[in-house]
């Protein structure tokens, strides 16, 4: 899907758009970067032009998702307060995600910034895998370190029993702020 020539300015944004409004799957900056022939830095800055115009474009762990309200699912969303050590993120998510949540983002309170949220979107352990490697490669710190392990999390599945079940699950682990 690389275009036939440089494409540049507006022209690049518009197509970048249609890329990513057709792609089922989150696309790495890298990876559009490569097919346009441009810097990564190039991308971003696009993607903060095309967010800027309202485009739902959204950056995951995974990369650039093109959310298509209009298509999606009725989907019902909670939100949670949990508190765990850093050790415990992956059994939290996992938990999660084995109970069919997808986990929107990740929510803390700073004392200097104020509410601060990163998506996170992860419905699978797969996902998961990949969110707690990028942290690791990158020697990124989890949000929830800077709140000694306080955050809530945005959750999203098909049905209220699914969230029921999953923050069920959650309390007994002693994941949930009570």
Same mark, same amino acid.
């Given at each position: 899907?690389?275009?036939?020539?440089?494409?540049?300015?507006?022209?690049?944004?518009?197509?970048?758009?249609?890329?990513?409004?057709?792609?089922?799957?989150?696309?790495?900056?890298?990876?559009?970067?490569?097919?346009?022939?441009?810097?990564?830095? +190039?991308?971003?800055?696009?993607?903060?032009?095309?967010?800027?115009?309202?485009?739902?474009?959204?950056?995951?762990?995974?990369?650039?998702?093109?959310?298509?309200?209009?298509?999606?699912?009725?989907?019902?969303?909670?939100? +949670?307060?949990?508190?765990?050590?850093?050790?415990?993120?992956?059994?939290?998510?996992?938990?999660?995600?084995?109970?069919? +949540?997808?986990?929107?983002?990740?929510?803390?309170?700073?004392?200097?910034?104020?509410?601060?949220?990163?998506?996170i979107m992860v419905s699978?352990?797969?996902?998961?895998?990949?969110?707690?490697?990028? +942290?690791?490669?990158?020697?990124?710190?989890?949000?929830?370190?800077?709140?000694?392990?306080?955050?809530?999390?945005?959750?999203?599945?098909?049905?209220?029993?699914?969230?029921?079940?999953?923050?069920?699950?959650?309390?007994?682990?002693?994941?949930?702020?009570?």
């Amino acid at each position: 899907m690389k275009p036939e020539k440089k494409l540049l300015g507006e022209e690049r944004r518009n197509w970048l758009l249609n890329l990513l409004k057709e792609s089922t799957a989150p696309v790495t900056g890298a990876e559009l970067a490569r097919l346009s022939s441009v810097s990564r830095q +190039i991308i971003v800055g696009d993607i903060t032009l095309l967010k800027a115009r309202n485009e739902p474009i959204i950056a995951t762990s995974q990369g650039y998702l093109y959310l298509h309200t209009a298509a999606a699912p009725k989907e019902v969303e909670r939100i +949670i307060a949990c508190q765990h050590s850093p050790e415990q993120a992956k059994e939290e998510l996992y938990l999660l995600v084995d109970h069919g +949540i997808l986990v929107k983002d990740v929510k803390i309170e700073h004392p200097v910034y104020g509410d601060l949220t990163a998506s996170i979107m992860v419905s699978n352990r797969k996902e998961v895998d990949q969110f707690l490697d990028k +942290i690791k490669n990158t020697k990124a710190v989890y949000l929830s370190e800077l709140t000694e392990g306080i955050h809530l999390h945005t959750l999203s599945a098909a049905t209220e029993a699914a969230l029921d079940q999953a923050e069920t699950a959650m309390k007994k682990e002693g994941f949930l702020v009570e």
